[in-house]
């Protein structure tokens, strides 16, 4: 089974940052656009260069759903049941040295890096720890010999991606309402998911959750 790992959220968190996004209303079709100070304007620009014909009438943003909300650490690859246990043991072990990260969404930020295309909302409170836990499950676990992905971890929950109907004031507008919010507080677990197919869609379902730092803490 393909494995990966993740940090993912409580679900009232994700429903919190997901209902500042949509609440931002939605330009009617003919309302003229002001101009974008921020620059969102130029950057759609940018991404749109090999863009083919958007369809007809297409959505502003296209949500992802809070079901599939989460923040990726890393893949493992393809593992039989017995070695997805022996990474999960690993990791479990490694977990209660480190310090269990509080932390909250507030923030927001959008088209962040070349190639991206998401609108994203930040994370704040032990950022520093999350990072260190996210950065020590593929260190932890490269003695068993297994495929590690080591793409950079970043601590930010993709809410949402542009569509070829994204203005850059509606980005703005966007991005604006998360720098406005400020979430609850709550504390990370590292998440292994496995992946697997309901009809033809690859699903994405919870393996076992590993809680990050000392064990009873």
């Known amino acids: 089974m393909l494995v990966h790992g993740a940090i993912v959220p409580p679900r009232a968190a ?13 330009p009617v079709d003919g309302e003229p656009s002001p101009p974008s100070p921020k620059g969102f304007l130029g950057r759609l620009g940018r991404h749109r260069v090999d863009v083919e014909a958007p369809p007809p009438a297409p959505a502003m943003l296209e949500h992802v759903p809070v079901a599939d909300m ?16 022996k990474v999960a043991d690993t990791i479990r ?3 209660t040295g480190w310090v269990a990260p509080t932390v909250s969404f507030a923030g927001g930020t959008a088209l962040d890096f070349p190639g991206d295309w998401s609108v994203w909302a930040r994370l704040v409170g032990d950022v520093d720890a999350l990072m260190t836990c996210a950065r020590g499950v593929p260190q932890c676990v ?8 080591r793409r950079q971890f970043r601590p930010m929950l993709s809410v949402a991606t542009v569509t070829p109907a994204t203005t850059g004031p509606f980005l703005e507008a966007v991005v604006d309402a998360l720098e406005g919010f400020r979430g609850e507080p709550w504390t990370a677990d590292i998440v292994l998911l496995k992946e697997t197919f ?17 064990a009873g803490a």
């Open 93 to 95: 072990a490694a977990a």
């Open 142 to 149: 490269e003695g068993l010999g297994f495929f590690v992905d």
């Open 70 to 85: 989460l923040l990726p650490i890393t893949g493992f690859g393809n593992l039989t049941t017995n070695d997805a246990h």
């Open 198 to 214: 309901v009809g033809s869609r690859p699903e994405l379902v919870e393996f076992q959750r590993i809680p990050l730092g000392p």
């Open 14 to 26: 994700l429903e919190a940052v997901d209902a500042v996004i949509r609440a931002v209303p939605v």
